[in-house]
């Protein structure tokens, strides 16, 4: 099975969770809104009435007949066919569960950025940004990190893990002072966002161009005036 | 089956999509939380570390011994034993991906009211909301109703119509002049809500004290100043 991946070109965004996936388990995949005339094949997939199961949003990702939208339930579908996830139901639900859990604390980093509007340019909302991420920084992120510090977890590497990875990979991207502050409290997600990096598959694609480097334009932005 | 839902008890938010679902279908329900010590009951899963599969946020379901947290996952799990989802892989995947962008959907109409903190009153952050709703109401629910409204629906009542409805019905009491304004462009989604309003068991449910009113603790508010 060859997937393809439907995700915004220049940004890691949403669509790196899937792309951590992918790449950790060593999938075929095509990046498709990277190739030539890809983001015209992503747009008429949105906004086409013909396509079955049009999608509201990237990511999305095309597997043989099936198209599916939403990250947490793409990796939910994708990864016990990676080796990333059990095949037992009940474990597969408390992984989804994490995972939409999650994208809950995903949003909540992007309206630190975008309290108003995603419509609007950060420079139309900055004082309300400063605003939102001080309440970010000193409620919800403890919150979030405090309950995944929390749950057991197994031996086995998971698309959850990955993600948190990621998450912590971008926190300290976009709040280097407030994650420097944190991140003593939190020693079991240090340990797990080494771990994860580690990992050979990942730690090749991590140094390798088809990692888009986080930058202003994504999910995770480093304004200073945001991690005070 | 008798399940549990823990849900916070005075207002219909999150816990409404699951109170729809278990009402529609006469399933055996407790609302554990609108009990004599419910709330403790509620909040001791939330904070206990020996919960096997701790809940991050209500709402929540017991069933036997299974815990699942995350209105989708728990209509994505409960629908198809109540009937209000065919049990093949592909139609719950197509249900369960626009459940996850209703739950979006439902983020931005919170944040309308909250766009700064969860944690504070709405007085404390009103002209951020002031901006925040104008965006909402010129951009963002006109993009997601065009969506759900272009959507092709088959005959049967799922549990995402069922969500639909409430959207619909949250957004008048929230909105009342923005939809008046808006509906004659989205007759199939006002006909789809009529309809299943009009569902005997969900009539009757409607009409009983077991439906909490809407209100300004919920996540659909009615502030006229938000409504302009």
Known sequence: MKYELY???????????????????GAAYVDVARRPKGMQAMMRMMESQA????????PFLRAGELLIAQTALILHWLAPRLGLAPKNEAARLWLHEQQL?????????HDTHHPIGSG???EEQKPES????????????????????????????TYVELSLFQMVAGLRYAFP??????????????????????????AKYLSSKRRIAFNPQGIFRHYPELDQ
């Open 101 to 109: 859990t999650i994208s809950d604390w995903l949003v909540e980093v």
């Open 120 to 122: 609007l340019y950060y």
């Open 51 to 58: 396509v079955k199961h049009r999608p509201f949003a990237p």
């Open 7 to 25: 995700y915004w070109p220049s940004i890691q965004g949403r669509g790196e969770f899937i792309r951590l996936a992918l790449e950790d388990a």
């Open 130 to 157: 400063e605003r939102r991420a001080r309440d970010f920084r000193e409620n919800r992120l403890p919150k979030f990190m405090d309950y995944f510090e929390g749950l057991e977890r197994g031996k086995a590497i």
């Open 177 to 202: 002072r407030t994650m420097q502050a944190l991140e003593p409290q939190y020693p079991k997600l240090v340990a797990l966002h080494e771990r994860v990096a580690a990992r050979p598959r990942l």
